[in-house]
């Protein structure tokens, strides 16, 4: 895990100018945010890589240290994935609903163009069948390693309130994966890495 407090000062140091704290700050992240992007966007990921650092870059100035960079800067990602959504859904007479909709449904056609191993693939396709702010809650709390504290600000919602959903949306993605079709070998060998995932999620999340 990066050191925070580097990152804070990096960002600070981008804030008033200085391009090689930018261009530090996003070597040491951008592998992070394709992450977040590469199982959600399909084809646009990098593109909206691309606008999350940008959107990061015009708002350092303004950035006073409150809370951790990392949960920042997710949360722009989020913010970017959530209007490149809506912007694909404009048409359709209502809203999306990042609650209780996922992102199979929400962009049809993303599911194809997973790339993984056999057993990763089926966690992510169950990751995708879950309500993207859930799918996001776990990824963010699993692969980026963010604490309670940081979901709560990338996410703007109170800590417990975290808590209450990643129990939910572990209870959600144990479902999803048991329909997923696929050999009974891909089968077991995601049941096995959804296993260690959720084991290694109940030792992080605090009890309450």
Same mark, same amino acid.
């Given at each position: 895990?990066?050191?925070? *407090?580097?990152?804070?000062?990096?960002?600070?140091?981008?804030? +008033?100018?200085?391009?090689?704290?930018?261009?530090?700050?996003?070597?040491?992240?951008?592998?992070?945010? &394709?992450?977040?992007?590469? /199982?959600?966007? !399909?084809?646009?990921?990098?593109?909206?890589?691309?606008?999350?650092?940008?959107? /990061? =870059?015009?708002?350092?100035? +303004?950035?006073?240290?409150?809370?951790?960079?990392?949960?920042?800067?997710?949360?722009?990602?989020? *913010?970017?994935? /959530?209007?490149?959504?809506?912007?694909? %859904?404009?048409?359709?007479?209502?809203?999306? #609903?990042?609650? $209780?909709?996922?992102?199979? #449904?929400? %962009?049809?056609?993303?599911? $194809?163009?997973? =790339?993984? =191993?056999?057993?990763?693939?089926?966690?992510?396709?169950?990751?995708?069948?879950?309500?993207?702010?859930?799918?996001?809650?776990? @990824?963010?709390?699993?692969?980026?390693?963010? =604490?309670?504290?940081?979901?709560?600000? /990338?996410?703007?919602?109170?800590?417990? $309130?975290?808590?209450?959903?990643?129990?939910?949306?572990? !209870?959600?993605?144990?479902?999803? %994966?048991?329909?997923?079709?696929?050999?009974? &070998?891909?089968?077991?060998?995601?049941? $096995?890495?959804?296993?260690?995932?959720?084991?290694?999620?109940? @030792?992080?999340?605090?009890?309450?």
């Amino acid at each position: 895990m990066q050191d925070a *407090n580097d990152d804070a000062q990096l960002f600070e140091a981008w804030g +008033r100018g200085e391009r090689r704290a930018g261009e530090a700050l996003i070597e040491r992240h951008y592998d992070a945010v &394709e992450r977040f992007f590469s /199982c959600k966007a !399909g084809d646009r990921a990098d593109d909206l890589v691309q606008q999350t650092f940008l959107r /990061c =870059s015009e708002a350092a100035p +303004r950035f006073r240290g409150e809370g951790s960079f990392r949960a920042f800067l997710f949360g722009i990602a989020r *913010n970017v994935l /959530c209007e490149h959504i809506r912007g694909r %859904m404009r048409d359709q007479k209502s809203s999306p #609903d990042f609650a $209780t909709s996922a992102i199979i #449904d929400l %962009m049809p056609g993303v599911a $194809t163009q997973v =790339s993984a =191993s056999a057993e990763r693939r089926q966690l992510v396709l169950a990751l995708q069948r879950i309500p993207l702010d859930l799918q996001i809650l776990l @990824e963010l709390f699993y692969w980026e390693d963010l =604490s309670i504290d940081e979901l709560a600000q /990338c996410m703007q919602v109170p800590a417990g $309130t975290i808590k209450s959903r990643l129990h939910r949306a572990r !209870g959600l993605l144990k479902v999803a %994966m048991e329909a997923l079709p696929g050999s009974d &070998e891909e089968r077991a060998g995601g049941r $096995t890495l959804l296993g260690l995932w959720l084991a290694q999620v109940r @030792e992080r999340a605090p009890s309450g």
